[in-house]
């Protein structure tokens, strides 16, 4: 991921600067000239906020007229980037504080004709905690019959329950099914774009209702499109993990007679930022063919001496009747800034069509260990 001085910098400040300057050049906009020489020490969200509020600062007044500015500017190619993620959240902001239905409406409209200069997904989720119902008309409406694909795209990215960077939108998160509609009407979108953003909003779905998302699934599938089932996969790859008998049914992964031998492991002791090595061979010893997604789960030890599995994708295997495979890979404890290894006891164990084998045992040095 990019640095937040590559994003939001004290150039994104100023060229904000001169582009409200000239929509509104009567305006003094102390705050946005002073914004350059405050924004190095802060994160990129703060770098945004901070000019959001530069903005409201420096344009007082009602919805419209800041509506009015923001449109004068749209007409300048420059207008865009980075620069419209504070510009996009002001117009949310301005428009929830005046709480009239025309603010709000001509919002929801100026955020869409902006998107494709940036998208507009973070702001659109301040209108959608202030008015989910009179939001959810416009995107269903509106939104997911844009001819414009970025459009599109907002109206599922901007109503996902775990949006990354964003604010949560409690209404969403506590009706379940309240977004399916978007869903519905994008999933055998065109555009692949638009289409990733369906999964992802799916697989967010997931983590609390997943009866809800095996059931949108399960309709899309009996009236898919050639990319449907693609899409599908991707949207329940978390429930896949969690090895949610729905979702692997929905993939084809029925439960399976299986002998399973491992896994086995290369080495009881492992080294802080080594590596284990585990081998395991499956058999059907079924009937019928037994179609498998493969996965082993890393049990990691916490601080509180308990463990947390996280799941890994192995491979996704159809077997003959009493036929035989073998499955080997390496797993490494080197550092990395997004978990933390605790030394001490561990395990690794399959996950096959969601039924987990017994785990095989290993030690974890402390890094300060010789």
């Keep these: 991921m990019p640095f937040a001085d590559q994003l939001i910098s004290r150039d994104t400040a100023r060229s904000l600067t001169r582009a409200i300057h000239a929509a509104a050049p009567d305006a003094e906009l102390t705050a946005l000239r002073a914004a350059p020489s405050r924004i190095d020490a802060l994160a990129l969200r703060e770098r945004a906020d901070l000019l959001h509020d530069a903005l409201l600062a420096d344009l007082p007044g009602d919805y419209a007229t800041l509506a009015r500015t923001v449109r004068v500017a749209r007409e300048d190619a420059q207008f865009t980037g980075w620069l419209i993620w504070p510009v996009t959240s002001a117009l949310a902001t301005r428009a929830v504080q005046e709480n009239e239905p025309a603010a709000f409406d001509d919002a929801m409209e100026l955020l869409a004709s902006l998107t494709g200069r940036l998208s507009s997904e973070f702001a659109v989720r301040t209108l959608l905690r202030h008015d989910l119902d009179r939001a959810l008309d416009t995107i269903v409406g509106g939104w997911t019959g844009s001819p414009d694909a970025d459009v599109r795209r907002l109206a599922s990215e901007g109503t996902r329950p775990y949006l990354p960077w964003s604010v949560r939108v409690p209404h969403i998160l506590a009706r379940p099914g309240a977004t399916v509609p978007v869903l519905d009407a994008l999933y055998r979108d065109e555009s692949e774009y638009v ?83 585990f081998t395991a061979a499956i058999r059907n010893i079924g009937d019928a063919a037994a179609r498998l997604t493969i996965d082993y789960v890393v049990h990691h030890r916490k601080a509180n001496g308990q463990q947390t599995g996280k799941t890994f994708k192995l491979t996704t295997r159809t077997l003959a009747p009493d036929e035989r495979i073998q499955v080997e890979r390496e797993h490494s404890f080197r550092p990395i800034t997004t978990r933390r290894y605790y030394p001490g006891r561990q395990s690794v164990s399959l996950q096959i069509n969601g039924v987990e084998s017994p785990r095989a045992d290993f030690d974890l040095t402390s890094p300060d260990a010789p």
Excluded: M, Y
């Design 195 to 277: 289409r990733r953003s369906v999964a992802n909003h799916l697989n967010d779905l997931s983590r609390d209702h997943p009866e809800v998302v095996v059931d949108t699934a399960r309709r899309w599938l009996n009236h898919p499109a050639a990319t449907t089932e693609r899409l599908v996969r991707h949207g329940l790859r978390t429930l896949v993990k969690r090895g949610h008998p729905g979702a692997l049914e929905l993939l084809g992964f029925a439960p399976a007679a299986l002998e399973v031998d491992g896994p086995h492991l290369d080495r009881e002791t492992v080294p802080f930022g080594g590596t284990v090595r």
